[in-house]
């Protein structure tokens, strides 16, 4: 069984403004997430409205072009089916709880078995977005990150998802497609001039 890393709601969202996405106070969000964190199993947390779970999620550019992955129905997340998606991420598990920063440790996990990137030039947490308009998102808050990239970017789970790149005008033309966080990443990062 599943466990996954989560924060008591009302805790994490005394912390952040009202809007979906914040790039304020991202220090404060991440230490409080280090030191008031547990573990519940994911079946109940993925349910449970007193806790989020926290997601790294982050964004692959190289060369002004962004990696946008298709979700595709093998994919465990079952409301995110056919959705296009800007993030690679996934839940930080109690095997991480052991790193010197469980939240990069499992950020770089997850980015490790979603996608193969030949050289990671950088990686910079750009915003965290809490967005609760139903569904998947009531029970999952992200630490967004932008990872920029140099040679080959694949897929590793080929049968989960599969994954192109985007000019910012296409992911404008996309963004009807993308799934909800897809959409405030776009608006509130990319076209807000944050990265």
Request: aromatic share 6%.
């Amino acid at each position: 069984m599943e466990h996954v890393l989560v924060v008591d709601r009302k805790e994490l969202e005394a912390l952040l403004p009202p809007a979906p996405f914040t790039t304020e106070n991202m220090e404060t969000i991440r230490r409080f997430i280090l030191e008031h964190h547990f573990f519940m199993e994911r079946e109940k947390a993925e349910y449970d409205d007193t806790v989020k779970q926290i997601i790294p999620y982050v964004i692959v550019r190289q060369e002004g072009k962004y990696f946008l992955l298709r979700r595709l129905k093998k994919q465990t997340e079952a409301r995110l089916h056919d959705k296009l998606s800007l993030g690679v991420g996934g839940h930080i598990n109690p095997t991480e709880e052991t790193a010197e920063d469980p939240l990069e440790a499992g950020l770089l996990r997850e980015l490790d078995e979603e996608v193969a990137v030949e050289n990671v030039v950088s990686l910079t947490a750009v915003g965290f977005l809490n967005e609760n308009n139903g569904g998947v998102s009531d029970y999952h808050a992200a630490l967004v990150c932008l990872l920029e990239a140099e040679g080959e970017v694949t897929v590793r789970e080929t049968e989960k998802m599969s994954g192109s790149w985007a000019t910012v005008q296409e992911l404008q033309e996309a963004l009807p497609y993308l799934e909800t966080w897809s959409q405030i990443v776009v608006e509130k990062v990319i076209l807000a001039g944050v990265v």
